[in-house]
C-alpha cells in the first residue's frame, strides 16, 4: 500500500467515523422525542391554567396579577389555578405602609391611594396591598 491510498483510507475511515456518530446522535434525539408522546394527556385541572378572577374587570386583574406574581415567587409550591380572588377593593391608606406597618420602620404621612386583594390558596388567605408598582404581604 502506498503512502497517497493509505491517506485515502484514513480519510474515507474518519468519515465513516463521522457519519456513525451523527446517526448515534439523531438516533438518540429521536428516542428523546418519541418518550414525550407517551407521556398521559393533561388533567382538566392541568389546562385551566389561570387563577379564579372571579368577575373582575382587566384593569383589576392587572392589578390582582401584581399580588399573584408575589404569591408565586414566595417558594411555597403553589400554581395559578390553586388561587382564587378572595376580595378586591380600592382603598385610600393613611400612610405609605399601605396599612400594613412593621415594627421599627417609618413611612411617609401621606395618603396613599392603592389596592388591597386577598388571594386564597391551598386553604390559607394571602393579604396583599398594591399601590403602584409597590407589592406588599400583609402578615
Known amino acids: 500500500m502506498n503512502k497517497g491510498s493509505m491517506y485515502v483510507f484514513v480519510f474515507m475511515a474518519g468519515i465513516l467515523l463521522l457519519v456513525v456518530g451523527i446517526l448515534f446522535i439523531m438516533k438518540k434525539d429521536y428516542k428523546d422525542q418519541t418518550a414525550n408522546l407517551t407521556t398521559p394527556p393533561p388533567t382538566p385541572e392541568e389546562v385551566?391554567?389561570?387563577?379564579?378572577?372571579?368577575?373582575?374587570?382587566?384593569?383589576?386583574?392587572?392589578?390582582?396579577?401584581?399580588?399573584?406574581?408575589?404569591?408565586?415567587?414566595?417558594?411555597?409550591?403553589?400554581?395559578?389555578?390553586?388561587?382564587?380572588?378572595?376580595?378586591?377593593?380600592?382603598?385610600?391608606?393613611?400612610?405609605?405602609s399601605l396599612g400594613c406597618p412593621q415594627p421599627d420602620q417609618m413611612y411617609a404621612q401621606v395618603i396613599t391611594p392603592g389596592h388591597q386583594v386577598v388571594l386564597a390558596a391551598n386553604g390559607s388567605e394571602y393579604d396583599y396591598r398594591v399601590a403602584g408598582e409597590t407589592v406588599m404581604l400583609c402578615e
Open 48 to 96: 385551566t391554567n389561570n387563577p379564579d378572577y372571579g368577575n373582575l374587570t382587566e384593569d383589576e386583574t392587572r392589578i390582582v396579577d401584581q399580588a399573584i406574581g408575589n404569591l408565586l415567587s414566595s417558594g411555597q409550591g403553589i400554581t395559578p389555578p390553586m388561587i382564587t380572588v378572595v376580595k378586591f377593593s380600592a382603598t385610600d391608606f393613611p400612610d405609605a
